[in-house]
């Protein structure tokens, strides 16, 4: 079983339509659980982090941690062509063999 | 100037061939790391470094091998290149001290490579 199994996609939707992403964990051990967006053709950057069961927002975009369940989603409101990406999740348990890993990503795409 | 910078972009070999991806960084974090991306597989991790003395194994580190010259410099090197090293690869840096040791990677653009 992997640590980290990521929904595929790819996933196509209207532009203003609500994005679910979704993935889900086997380790209860892991503390912080992420969201990286990718564009083509460049590398991930970190889009939000979470540490603690619940939700966290940022303008449209929401994550959410239901550890009991291991299960972490993100959510896009009013999604927009610049939506358009690849979306992994990750997680990590700090210490000083802490790795991050990561899901197998989502590729979304917005079309207006 | 990129934080985390990676050379070649992009590099087509034959199968057999030595091939080295160097990646430079200048965001003065101690941790860096060679992952490989494929379509449907995500980002796994091949090698990493948590200081210039230091080096790791990751899930897949077999065909690979890396250098750590300097805590700005990580190589990674293909001794002999195959057709199944076809990817994307990409160097990223952490910090693992500072007050919000999550474990965010900062990544390169990557370095598409075509083994033929």
């Known amino acids: 079983q992997k640590e980290v199994e990521q929904d595929p996609g790819p996933l196509s939707v209207p532009e203003g339509a609500i994005v679910s992403l979704n993935c889900t964990y086997s380790n209860s051990a892991f503390q912080y659980f992420m969201w990286y967006r990718q564009y083509s053709r460049k590398g991930p950057e970190l889009l939000m982090y979470?540490?603690?069961?619940g939700n966290k927002e940022d303008g449209r975009f929401t994550a959410q941690v239901d550890k009991s369940s291991k299960y972490i989603s993100l959510f896009i409101r009013d999604s927009q062509p610049s939506d358009s990406a690849t979306y992994l999740c990750a997680i990590y348990r700090a210490g000083n063999t802490g790795k991050l890993i990561f899901g197998q990503g989502t590729t979304l795409q917005v079309k207006p | 100037d990129a934080d985390v910078t990676q050379t070649p972009r992009n590099r087509i070999t034959k199968t057999g061939k030595r091939i080295m991806l160097e990646c430079s960084q200048t965001k003065g974090h101690d941790r860096m790391y060679w992952y490989r991306q494929d379509p449907g597989l995500g980002l796994r991790l091949i090698y990493y470094?948590?200081?210039?003395?230091?080096?790791n194994k990751g899930e897949i580190s077999d065909g690979y091998s890396v250098s750590r010259q300097a805590q700005a410099k990580f190589s990674l090197s293909l001794e002999s290149a195959i057709p199944n090293q076809t990817a994307l690869y990409f160097c990223?840096?952490?910090?693992?001290?500072?007050?919000?040791?999550?474990?965010?990677?900062?990544f390169g653009e990557g370095s598409r490579l075509t083994v033929l």
């Open positions: 470094s948590f200081d210039v003395k230091d080096i």
């Open positions: 979470t540490y603690s069961s």
């Open positions: 990223a840096t952490s910090d693992a001290a500072g007050t919000r040791n999550t474990g965010e990677l900062f």
